[in-house]
């Protein structure tokens, strides 16, 4: 199974100040004959669902604003919101859907400072 | 718009037996795969079982293999996860979700756009 991994476990961020999160895979999870890195970044807000806010490591979920956004290649992505709002208050999980089973990072906590 | 609705959780005691429901609608069901994905209270996501959209491939993590039994019914656009032999470390809130990508039934398909609220199960004595 391909283990992620995230950085960090928790992070304050003030309102309007960029947030940075790591997300590391076991083995790579960019497909070569399609140069497609398989790899989405999910938001949970307290009591809901999970919902997608990023996938191919980069590809922006219609509907999400644009202050998300993903990069990264391989083995080592990030997520960033460039100015964090009140409402992007949630754990964040990366998941790699490369291979069976899929799985997901142990997710990163955004809070306000 | 694309709803998914669980129900069928509850409280077991070890060893208990379970069928979970998801009944979905604002799509074609059939074209899609489904999975279905828990949460421990307080942790993190945990992929459980998915079953491809027309029901001839399923996937089961290591955990549950043996134990749990997933399936659907294209004609009722429901999902379904039988859960035998309970355990404490199943309890969890158990999620249906659905796949990204229509006609994807590989192993490098569980993208997930859209999720149900869920169903609780706990399991103690």
């Known amino acids: 199974d391909i283990v992620m991994t995230q950085s960090p476990d928790s992070l304050a961020v003030s309102l309007g100040e960029r947030a940075t999160i790591n997300c590391k895979s076991s083995q790579s999870v960019l497909y070569s004959s399609n140069n497609k890195n398989y790899l989405a970044w999910y938001q949970q807000k307290p009591g809901q669902p999970p919902t997608v806010l990023i996938y191919?490591?980069?590809t922006r979920e219609s509907g999400v604003p644009d202050r998300f956004s993903g990069s990264g290649s391989g083995t080592d992505f990030t997520l960033t919101i460039s100015s964090l709002q009140a409402e992007d208050v949630a754990v964040y999980y990366c998941?790699?859907?490369?291979?069976?089973?899929?799985?997901f990072g142990p997710g990163t906590k955004v809070d306000l400072e | 718009e694309v709803q998914l609705l669980e129900s069928g959780g509850g409280l077991l005691q070890p060893g208990g037996s379970l069928r979970l429901s998801c009944a979905a609608s604002?799509?074609?069901?059939?074209?899609?795969?489904m999975s279905w994905v828990r949460q421990a209270p307080g942790k993190g996501l945990e992929w459980v079982s998915a079953m491809s959209g027309s029901g001839d491939k399923t996937f089961y993590a290591d955990s549950v293999k043996g134990r749990f039994t997933i399936s659907r019914d294209n004609s009722k656009n429901m999902l379904y996860l039988q859960v035998n032999s309970l355990r404490a470390e199943d309890t969890a809130l158990y999620y249906c979700a659905k796949d990204h990508r229509e006609d994807c039934s590989g192993t490098s398909c569980h993208l997930f756009d859209h999720w149900g609220q869920g169903t609780l199960v706990t399991v103690s004595s």
């Open positions: 998941q790699q859907y490369y291979s069976t089973p899929p799985t």
């Open positions: 191919w490591a980069s």
């Open positions: 604002g799509f074609t069901f059939s074209s899609y795969s």
